[in-house]
Structure formats: structure tokens, C-alpha cells
């Protein structure tokens, strides 16, 4: 199953590397929030972890193949 959508793909193909980079970190800190809202109880819908996660790899995936 393909979480994101072709739309949301080719949005991260068009960053350039150091808007990548920025993503992926901004990417990082929401999911430490989310750990420590999630052990905090605060949060509802756990499954945007991974998503998040997936994303990431997207973008790192994207991120290297601009590098070679």
C-alpha cells in the first residue's frame, strides 16, 4: 500500500537539497513531539508515525538519488 500520494512525491522531487534536508529534519522533530505527546497521552491517532517515518525515507531516498 503507497501511503503518499504522486502529488505529495513529486513535491519532494521538486525541493532542492536544502529544502530537503529541512523537510526531513522538521519531519524528525514532529515525531519526537509526537513520542512525547503519545507518552503524555495527548495524542489520538498513532498510525501518523509512521507515515511520518515513511516520508522521511521518501525524501532521504530523493535526497540521495539528487546527490549522485
Do not use: P, Y
Not at 23 to 34: D, L, P, Y
Not at 36 to 44: A, E, F, G, M, P
Amino acid at each position: 500500500r503507497n501511503d503518499m500520494k504522486k502529488k505529495e512525491k513529486s513535491a519532494l522531487r521538486a525541493m532542492s537539497q536544502l529544502e530537503l534536508v529541512k523537510h526531513i529534519s522538521t519531519r524528525q522533530s514532529e515525531i519526537a513531539k509526537g513520542m512525547l505527546d503519545r507518552v503524555t497521552k495527548q495524542i489520538k491517532n498513532v498510525h501518523t508515525f509512521s507515515n511520518k517515518r515513511k516520508e522521511i525515507a521518501v525524501a532521504k531516498t530523493i535526497l540521495r538519488e539528487k546527490s549522485l
